[in-house]
């Protein structure tokens, strides 16, 4: 290991204030990166009706097919279809404790995944896990509810891809508060020092539970830090698909190539709550949240391109409807887990 | 999992020579184990965990590490997730502070929040224990608490040869295991030597099953459960106390997950009492979980009530005597025995 990297030789990489031109994407790439977004909307639309349908009356967070904590990324799909349309099955993914568009984007089984989510038999986990603990062994996807906690487990997969002579990679996600955290930059210093094959994220979608960035950190982009560890950091401001594409190209490519790890932060959005039934009191830029929504963007976009008019939208969103529904009625139908078997599974 | 049990050639090795001969060994055998942590390189680990497999294996495979416990416990498993198998080494047990939420909330949950379907075949080491002056902060044991956190097993050797044959189980486990071997154990050239340090170490592969007490001495009248460098202590009162006609059975329990629970019982319904003998903390530890071994099942089978020797919930000690005073020592061991036997 100590003789794969030099420090002395490592260049300080500089930090990208604002992203390169990305290159055009062709008519099938955009139309996937929608499509994608569409699908982890679709998805989280059917969680929302499904988790407050039996939560009364009032509001009893572990009542219903949906119990518990429910942490949604509606607003944050740019970054998950942007930098997943770079990963195969084959590369790893951790995500966060908002974790959705992340596994929809790396492909986890959309039926194991709502299953877990409604903690029943057929689920990732068999009902172990639930939303916040998804481990899929077919794409390598896995979350973790510990703020910068994904970090470390992602540098073993990338050491165990590159020992066995791939060119696969692991990307890393963090919200932006988790870049406060020691996992952060433990896990940075040693990716790089090592140059692991890593792609760090950093979703910042400007609040920690209630507290905001500005408040929390002490600089304003958090991709600056990847200049501490000599890695190339860069920052995409307006939560935009094609700017994340564009940056996870090249920070993927260079991954691959076996440069070493970047970082890259997304200004991204956080539409709803922290979590389902946050009332948002604390919250300061309500009034103009919706009109940021990235997915109506995208859509017209694509419209004035020409790739999109009424009909196939409609076409994207019913086959995404299907296929959510489709989800939703196995995990429904899964069988909830036999409770004699609560302590199984902690030992192989 | 197979015991050895055709004879074997043995030598005398001290305990952290056996555990590398084991590590060696395994790492000969299967190209996937791989060895990480602070100095253990050129170092050969503070606590001789290491010695020569630098020189051996090479820089991919005993690999140090930045003083970064939370990243590199988290490396090691995102590589075992992925099917390698990793021995990492928290160097002091007293560290795990800094790293916990990757052992507790990763490391050992990851398996049954998969539901299954995700293996984490990881070995964690780390040295443990006191008697030597290093302070509060470098000389707990804290098997207790990695006990008390379900999903990983958590081996303890007292002796060389269990020392290579439960590092062997180890790394051939499909869950993580946390081998903790006490630097009073190792027979460090810096420490003060304990002769049980030194002892016979079966050549060749060398299997110890995880989960399996061991008697470490036969007796009929009081039954000694310890682990450890207290073994060590137990079994020197043990034979102090045999010309004066006080026969003690010590059981080394080798292992706190899983427990042995049947040797204590066995044990017990053969003696009637029991002294525990723990250098963890006294609260909440595994002096209450052995004796809760024996009420659970059936308290008749004490004749007198049970007696545990423990740190008595208060920081390890820096000076020699006030440390002396709180760890679990022959003198407090074997007033114990004799209350007991009495």
């Known amino acids: 290991m100590t003789t794969e990297a030099s420090p002395s030789t490592t260049p300080t990489m500089p930090t990208a204030r604002t992203s390169p031109e990305a290159p055009e994407l062709s008519p099938a790439t955009r139309t996937q990166l929608y499509e994608t977004m569409v699908l982890s909307r679709t998805y989280e639309e059917a969680i929302l009706r499904e988790y407050h349908a039996d939560k009364g009356p009032g509001f009893d967070i572990g009542k219903g097919l949906v119990p518990g904590e429910m942490h949604l990324s509606a607003g944050q799909e740019p970054v998950a279809a942007g930098v997943c349309a770079h990963l195969s099955a084959d590369d790893a993914v951790t995500a966060t404790h908002r974790p959705h568009h992340l596994a929809i984007a790396h492909g986890v089984d959309l039926r194991k995944m709502t299953a877990e989510i409604f903690g029943r038999e057929g689920g990732l986990g068999r009902g172990r896990g639930g939303h916040m603990h998804l481990f899929d062994p077919a794409t390598h996807f896995s979350c973790s509810g510990i703020i910068a906690e994904g970090y470390p487990p992602a540098l073993g997969q990338a050491f165990a891809f590159r020992r066995r002579g791939t060119d696969r990679i692991a990307v890393a996600v963090t919200g932006e508060g988790a870049a406060n955290q020691g996992g952060f930059h433990e896990s940075l210093n040693l990716a790089a020092r090592w140059s692991l094959p890593v792609v760090f994220v950093v979703e910042d979608n400007d609040w920690g539970i209630s507290v905001p960035r500005d408040v929390a950190t002490a600089i304003g982009s958090n991709a600056d830090r990847a200049s501490a560890y000599g890695i190339p950091g860069e920052r995409i401001e307006d939560n935009d698909v094609e700017a994340v594409h564009a940056a996870a190209g090249r920070a993927v490519a260079r991954a691959r190539a076996g440069e070493g790890p970047s970082l890259i932060e997304v200004h991204t959005l956080r539409l709803w709550g922290h979590f389902e039934g946050d009332a948002q009191g604390y919250r300061s830029d309500l009034d103009e949240v919706p009109g940021r929504d990235p997915i109506p963007a995208y859509e017209a976009r694509l419209r004035e391109a020409g790739l999109l008019d009424d009909a196939r939208i409609a076409e994207i969103k019913d086959d995404a409807s299907s296929r959510v529904e489709d989800a939703i009625q196995f995990a429904k139908s899964s069988p909830i887990p036999d409770p004699t078997t609560a302590t199984d599974y902690v030992f192989a | ?342």
């Open chain 2, 1 to 342: 999992m197979t015991i050895t049990e055709a004879p074997q050639a043995t030598r005398r090795l001290t305990t952290s020579k056996a555990m590398v001969e084991a590590i060696a060994q395994e790492m000969e055998r299967d190209e996937s184990v791989f060895y990480l942590g602070e100095d253990v390189g050129a170092y050969g680990g503070i606590f001789s965990s290491t010695t020569g497999l630098l020189e051996r294996f090479g820089p991919e495979r005993i690999i140090d590490t930045p003083i970064s416990e939370t990243a590199f416990i988290g490396l090691g498993i995102g590589a075992a997730v992925e099917g390698m198998r990793p021995i990492v080494e928290v160097m002091f047990a007293d560290f795990m502070g800094v790293c916990l939420d990757q052992i507790y909330n990763h490391m050992a949950k990851i398996h049954f929040e998969s539901g299954g379907n995700v293996k984490v075949p990881m070995v964690l080491t780390m040295a443990t224990g006191g008697g030597y002056s290093d302070g509060a902060q470098h000389s707990q044991c804290l098997w207790g608490t990695l006990a008390h956190l379900p999903g990983m097993k958590v081996v303890v050797p007292s002796s060389p040869a269990d020392a290579k044959g439960l590092m062997t189980a180890a790394i051939r486990d499909d869950n993580p295991v946390v081998y903790m071997f006490h630097k009073g154990v190792m027979g460090l050239p810096w420490m003060a030597k304990n002769p049980r340090s030194i002892e016979e170490v079966p050549d060749g592969e060398h299997l110890v099953p995880i989960g399996k007490a061991r008697i470490a001495r036969e007796g009929s009248d009081v039954t000694v459960v310890t682990l450890s460098l207290s073994v060590h202590h137990a079994l020197d009162v043990a034979e102090k106390l045999a010309p004066q006609g006080i026969d003690v059975e010590v059981i080394d329990l080798r292992s706190l997950v899983p427990l042995d629970r049947e040797a204590i019982l066995t044990s017990v319904g053969k003696t009637g009492r029991l002294v525990v003998v723990d250098e963890d903390y006294l609260s909440y530890g595994v002096s209450a979980e052995v004796i809760a071994t024996i009420t659970d099942q059936d308290p008749g089978m004490l004749v007198v009530p049970p007696r545990r020797i423990a740190v008595p919930d208060v920081p390890i000690p820096y000076a020699h005597d006030l440390e002396y005073a709180v760890l679990p020592r022959h003198d407090r061991i074997e007033a114990a025995i004799r209350a007991t036997a009495g």
